[in-house]
């Protein structure tokens, strides 16, 4: 096996062991629903053999099916995720056994196939970076399912660098033209593609995510009781839902505290806000005179080098994002103070824009000019339109295998049990 093929194997490997990781828990935590948003962890698990076992084994390789009895319980498209606690879906041993012989069989793949071959799944590996940028998005996907499920001691934390307070609150992104997208990154998703020449006007960004200081005085001054503030479906959302807060914090009437994978804990004042939708950051911004960027304006101010005129994998350049770089791959079950991340800036100096928090932005999710949908409609395609606003970034629950400047996410505004937060934009003023 060539030094390509090792790399693939050991991210097979790696992400694997994750999703072990989060179902080491009681068969009754397993397959118990902890909210009709998510799917029993159980369910997940089997959803990623399946979905590896059809693009590699069946797709790729042409190998007859494994378990084809159980293709229509793992179909995410068939059934949504408040209904799938009715569905016969495997239990905690067999969803083992059966991931482990389709990842058997999967290695066995990797060894004999040509990388080089012309067809798309094969080459550069497209097809083992599809499943493993799948397996770690469900991984995340588990992580916010055991935050829902509020048992304490199932997931890990970790040490995180110091925040710092020195730097200014904005930054400027010059008038001018920026490659957005990409056509080079081999295991980029069909919605990041094709690259294609923006232009912008010029417009400051925060240079920092919103942190939990500020959005606590957005509350204290009564932002969630203003309508001037909410979009008239916001306003909506607000009232229906009776939302007072981001979800999972709460106020004793002298101290803000959070709940955080089964513990409750004083609010860290010094982190970027999670768990808001896209209505509360949409307020918050209306509120403090600003508004949400457009995800052209994140990607620009992200990934774009003005000096070398090109765009960069990751803000600070091509090197993979260690631990002084960026918060990802769940290194703390929490996002990093503000400013712990200098040496992660982009050319523009905004900083934490990968890791810690997924960000909303002002956009629809739609395709970019000359978008094929490859390699089926459902990854992409059928989520286009006025109904899901796109998400950059990354979390802290995000692997670096699944993020870069390039990657979209998107949710529906109503969404915030999903890691997400936000940070502001204003018009340059003429």
């Known amino acids: 096996m060539n030094d390509f093929k090792e790399r693939i194997a050991a991210e097979l490997i790696a992400v694997r062991d994750r999703s072990l990781a989060y179902t080491e828990a009681d068969e009754d935590l397993l397959v118990r629903q902890h909210s009709p948003l998510m799917s ?31 293709d229509d319980i793992y179909d995410a498209f068939k059934t949504p995720r408040k209904d799938r606690p009715s569905l016969p879906f495997l239990g905690p041993a067999e969803a083992r056994r059966y991931i482990e012989g389709v990842r058997g069989r999967v290695l066995d793949v990797l060894d004999r196939i040509d990388l080089e071959n012309a067809s798309p799944l094969h080459r550069d590996g497209f097809v083992f970076g599809l499943v493993i940028q799948h397996e770690h998005q469900h991984d995340e996907t588990m992580l916010a399912t055991l935050q829902l499920s509020g048992q304490p001691g199932l997931v890990r934390d970790g040490a995180l660098p110091p925040g710092r307070d020195a730097g200014p609150e904005e930054v400027y992104v010059p008038a001018g033209g920026f490659l957005m997208g990409t056509d080079t990154t081999p295991w980029a998703y069909d919605n990041e593609r094709p690259a294609h020449w923006v232009d912008l006007p010029g417009y400051w960004i925060d240079r920092l995510p919103v942190g939990n200081r500020a959005y606590a005085a957005f509350i204290e001054d009564g932002g969630y009781d203003d309508p001037r503030w909410w979009t008239p479906e916001g306003w909506h959302w607000r009232q229906s839902t009776g939302a007072t807060t981001p979800l999972f914090w709460e106020n004793d009437g002298r101290s803000w505290w959070r709940t955080r994978f089964g513990r409750t804990e004083p609010l860290p004042m010094d982190e970027p806000v999670q768990h808001v939708c896209w209505y509360e950051a949409d307020a918050y911004a209306r509120w403090a005179g600003k508004r949400l960027p457009t995800e052209a304006e994140w990607e620009k101010a992200c990934g774009w080098d003005p000096y070398e005129r090109r765009a960069r994998r990751y803000p600070w350049g091509e090197a993979d994002p260690g631990p002084s770089l960026a918060n990802l791959g769940h290194r703390a079950a929490r996002p990093a103070p503000l400013g712990a991340y200098p040496g992660g800036a982009g050319a523009y100096g905004a900083e934490q824009m990968v890791g810690d928090v997924w960000e909303w932005t002002g956009s629809w999710f739609q395709p970019y000019p000359g978008f094929r949908s490859f390699p089926y409609k459902e990854y992409s395609e059928v989520f286009f339109g006025q109904e899901y606003r796109v998400l950059r970034g990354g979390s802290w629950a995000a692997d670096p295998a699944a993020v870069r400047t390039t990657f979209r996410n998107w949710d529906y505004p109503i969404r915030r049990q999903i890691f997400t937060g936000f940070r502001c934009a204003r018009s340059e003023l003429v």
Do not use: C, F, M, Q
């Not at 089997?46 to 076992?53: C, I, L, P, Q, T």
């Not at 590699?56 to 009895?69: K, M, N, Y």
């Open 40 to 70: 029993p962890l159980v369910w997940d698990l089997a959803h990623v053999g399946n979905y590896e076992e059809l693009w590699v084994l069946r797709e790729a390789a042409g190998i007859d099916p494994v378990r084809p009895e159980i």
